[in-house]
């Protein structure tokens, strides 16, 4: 099976809020910036002299996943997103049988919250191009905020989107024992996502990390802002230390 990632980042500071509406696919900004406690500003002071530098974080994107069968010219299909009349991701995906064969695929499509306009419902359209005058042909059309099943077409079938995520990306530099750092995403006291990544360098070197974050949308509320946390586990305690608290607006 073929899998085609369309990723589309921005360089920008993050700079909307989770919008978990009925429909689950809408953004605004809607929560206001959590507060460092003076606690918190002089932890993430001391985090940042001695074990975390030069942190960036991407604009937040949603993510949708469309997996099925194609029969289509050469196994190629083609995607675009749409809200109304804007484009908000377009690219192209590979099945794993030409057709007239039906081949499997999983398309995953990434799109920056900043691409967002206001409630209008979002749009997946799948289709092929036409070889001899270049036409769209064969186009289906499914409502990324609907949970129906997705019809079958003559060249599409047994077509599955699965529930839409909501991905942060945190970058910048770790002087952290064996180069491994701990993260976890929280709204109040609430944990909503967890793990762990690896700079290139342990410490006390400085080495470089770059973090993908993807959170399930229904696991967000839209009442509480997000934090980020990032810190190391003590090897004798196993306690916490070093904690840097970011806010994810």
Not at 152 to 164: D, M
């Amino acid at each position: 099976m073929n899998k085609k990632t369309i990723t589309v980042f921005a360089a920008s500071i993050l700079t909307c809020t989770v919008f978990a509406g009925a429909l689950g696919t809408t953004w605004a900004n809607q929560t206001t910036t959590p507060v460092a406690t003076q606690q918190e500003t002089k932890a993430n002071e001391a985090a940042k002299q001695t074990m975390f530098r030069n942190i960036k974080l991407a604009e937040p994107a949603l993510l949708y996943t469309l997996k099925g069968e194609a029969s289509v010219f050469e196994a190629t299909y083609q995607y675009a997103v749409k809200q109304g009349k804007h484009v908000l991701a377009k690219g192209f995906g590979t099945a794993s049988n030409g057709g007239p064969e039906w081949g499997t695929f999983a398309q995953t499509i990434k799109i920056p919250t900043s691409e967002l306009i206001g409630n209008e419902p979002l749009i997946l359209e799948m289709f092929e191009i036409n070889q001899e005058n270049g036409a769209i042909i064969n186009k289906l059309s499914i409502p990324l905020d609907s949970s129906d099943q997705v019809k079958n077409t003559k060249v599409f079938r047994n077509l599955k989107l699965a529930a839409p995520s909501v991905v942060y990306t945190v970058s910048g530099e770790a002087s952290v024992f064996e180069g491994t750092y701990q993260y976890a995403v929280k709204q109040g006291e609430q944990i909503v996502a967890k793990g762990f990544g690896t700079a290139s360098k342990g410490g006390p070197e400085w080495g470089e990390f770059s973090q993908e974050i993807v959170i399930p949308l229904s696991n967000l509320s839209k009442n509480k802002p997000s934090t980020l946390e990032l810190f190391e586990i003590d090897q004798e305690s196993g306690e916490m230390k070093n904690k840097m608290v970011l806010p994810l607006k």
